[in-house]
């Protein structure tokens, strides 16, 4: 994204403000005060700072650059699994499995060293660098109270202290840096929720009495417009109107956002879809934390995903406080009947598109699977196909997406991955050099997703696109394939977790000596958050029992190194259903999604009978689904695409 000497003046920069600020080193986290895994553009600051764009990161940079330089043998770490990692740089990147090969790719290794968070910690990289007594700064308003104090607790032994700085200090070495531009706030209907946002807020008053506690605060956006019923164009790729909310056990309701976001002439609007609220801008949180302060109020907050700002000053002000997870995570994350089928809705326009895009694909790339040959004429079917790389796919893709009714925008940046770049998890061609073409690889990814009024989609395929397919890459296909179908045809009990389900995923590959290096599926919003939580099927997930109602993604890989990669994903729905001769009650994972996987990357004698006949009543119910909404042209790759194997 930034070239090396770029990224070393802005070092530099940063340092001498460290300095001034007798600093010895800044923590730079990926979030604003929301603690939000989408942020606005003007606070992007560890893409400013590293070069690293992707969506879970941090960085540690060092005041002193000589603590290395000076070092007369090489400095080392001794990670998770026993193996020595070297320390060459004042600066250090630390991302989860499925950035590492991109912050690799993005951030200089002249400067950062790059560091899986799971392998070695950043609290281990500090204590084996600094010495005692060193204070090392932070923006409390950017991290989780829980994070920060997890962290501390870990550097205590070694009388590190982290230090709030009163802004931050990205922000005050970025000349550049784009203004905030309030959006408007708009009224998510009843029609599409399903729940009046009256109605919602009592359940958290009810919560709050039970709990005999006084008021709640959250800071989470995705959860503030839950509860409001309301959304916005805060942030790309994210739906909402950035604010905070506090709730009271009276059912009282005081809403801080920006005035800007709400019209005057539309606030009668406002009042009726809500009810009586009282309004403040956000700078007045310090006022309501010394107004509850005063009153010694009993405060419920979510340590996960409330700012260590926020909380140490409620806490300062007199407040008692109790911990716990969000009071909007559960009813947000169990779907009601109307937002069950606002989802299924939109997959299907979703489909329509996808299924579009994949006929249009098909008929571009063809020439390159069948015209193989390098010492024979091409044809100007071959010649165009060529022409595309991995943006203009995209491009197309978006095209189709938008064309499609009550389509808002993309729930995520597009993922269009050939060859090499698909084996990095989180590619985007936009930050990563220069889009790749068609005519040199087998296979290509893309994961992709819409927010329509009604829903959200995500879906994956994998996607033959020329010559050169290998039965390595085929075999790896199938196993991938297997380990979706497997979640899609179990049948559990309620109350499993969803880390208990993970391994089904991953048990074909592991039986080969294989693994992905991300979680299997993460929960879904309603024209919210792609990535919601709190269920999910991961290794490292919470212990959250998934519930009727839940929209939840499966999308187990593989990766292999700089030459390919492989994901299939669904969304699915947990449904109830009544399994044996007692009707034993279970719970299901239903697709939502109906888009064709690519037969031709299927290795046929790796599937049992079972695995065929899933796949092919699937593809029947996607020929029913989606046959009567594409043209002629469309609907003859469709019956080629769905064909039984």
């Known amino acids: 994204m930034y070239d090396e000497n770029t990224l070393f003046d802005r070092i530099e920069r940063l340092r001498a403000l460290l300095k001034e600020n007798e600093l010895d080193a800044l923590i730079v986290n990926r979030e604003d005060e929301h603690l939000s895994e989408y942020i606005p553009p003007e606070c992007e600051r560890l893409a400013y700072i590293t070069g690293f764009t992707g969506s879970a990161g941090t960085a540690v940079i060092l005041t002193n650059s000589d603590i290395i330089k000076n070092q007369e043998n090489k400095m080392w770490l001794t990670d998770s699994s026993g193996k020595e990692q070297p320390i060459r740089n004042s600066c250090a990147l630390f991302v989860d499995g499925r950035y590492v090969l991109q912050a690799q790719e993005q951030t200089p290794n002249t400067l950062y060293d790059t560091f899986h968070y799971q392998k070695i910690t950043m609290g281990n990289w500090l204590k084996a660098i600094l010495k005692n007594n060193k204070r090392i700064g932070i923006d409390p308003r950017c991290i989780s109270w829980k994070a920060k104090n997890s962290l501390q607790k870990e550097l205590d032994f070694s009388k590190i202290t982290l230090i709030p700085t009163e802004s931050n200090l990205i922000d005050r070495i970025w000349p550049e840096k784009a203004e905030n531009k309030p959006e408007q706030a708009y009224i998510y209907e009843d029609k599409f929720n399903g729940c009046p946002s009256v109605e919602k807020r ?233 889009p790749r073409s068609l005519g040199q690889d087998p296979m290509y990814l893309v994961d992709s997703g819409g927010h329509y009024v009604d829903g959200t989609t995500d879906i994956t395929r994998t996607i033959l696109v020329g010559s050169g397919l290998t039965d390595e890459m085929q075999e790896r296909f199938t196993l991938v394939l297997k380990g979706l179908i497997a979640l899609h045809s179990i049948h559990f009990p309620k109350g499993t977790y969803g880390i208990s389900l993970d391994v089904l995923a991953r048990a074909p590959l592991w039986q080969n000596g294989l693994n992905y290096d991300h979680g299997t599926g993460h929960g879904v919003g309603q024209c919210l958050n792609v990535h919601e939580g709190p269920q999910s099927f991961s290794q490292h997930g919470k212990p959250v029992p998934m519930e009727p109602g839940m929209i939840t993604s499966i999308e187990p890989g593989f990766y292999k190194n700089g030459e390919y990669g492989i994901r299939c994903e669904n969304l699915s729905v947990v449904e109830t259903v009544r399994i044996g001769e007692n009707q034993t009650e279970m719970l299901t994972l239903t697709p939502i999604t109906f888009v064709p996987f690519d037969i031709r990357l299927i290795k046929k004698d790796l599937l049992t009978e079972e695995e065929k006949l899933w796949i092919n009543n699937y593809h029947m119910q996607v020929r029913e689904i989606v046959k009567e909404h594409l043209s002629d042209f469309e609907i003859s790759w469709l019956l080629k695409a769905t064909a039984a194997i």
Not at 309 to 327: A, H, N, R, V, Y
Request: charged residues 25%.
């Open 202 to 434: 009592h359940l958290i008053a009810e919560e709050l009495k039970k709990r005999h506690l006084d008021a709640t605060i959250i800071s989470k956006s995705e959860s503030v417009n839950w509860l409001l019923n309301v959304r916005g164009h805060d942030v790309p790729c994210l739906p909402v109107v950035n604010s905070f909310i506090a709730v009271y056990n009276c059912e009282h309701v005081e809403w801080y956002v920006s005035p800007q976001k709400i019209r005057s002439q539309n606030m009668s609007d406002f009042q009726h879809h809500f009810g009586n609220i009282d309004y403040y801008s956000e700078d007045e949180l310090i006022k309501l934390t010394e107004r509850l302060g005063k009153d010694h109020a009993s405060v419920y907050i979510d340590p996960d995903s409330t700012n260590s700002w926020l909380i140490e000053l409620l806490q300062s002000k007199g407040c008692k406080l109790t911990f716990g997870p969000d009071f909007c995570d559960m009813p947000k994350a169990k779907k009601n009947p109307t937002e069950v089928q606002g989802m299924k809705r939109s997959h299907l326009r979703d489909a329509i598109a996808m299924c579009r895009f994949l006929a249009w694909l098909d008929h571009l790339t063809a020439p390159l699977i069948t015209e193989n040959s390098d010492d024979q004429p091409h044809s100007a079917g071959w010649n165009l196909a060529r022409t595309f790389d991995e943006a203009k796919i995209s491009d197309q893709l978006f095209k189709f997406r938008k064309e499609q009714k009550a389509f808002l925008e993309n729930s995520f940046d597009t993922i269009s991955a050939l060859g090499p770049n698909a084996s990095i998890v989180h590619y985007n061609h936009i930050n990563l050099g220069h």
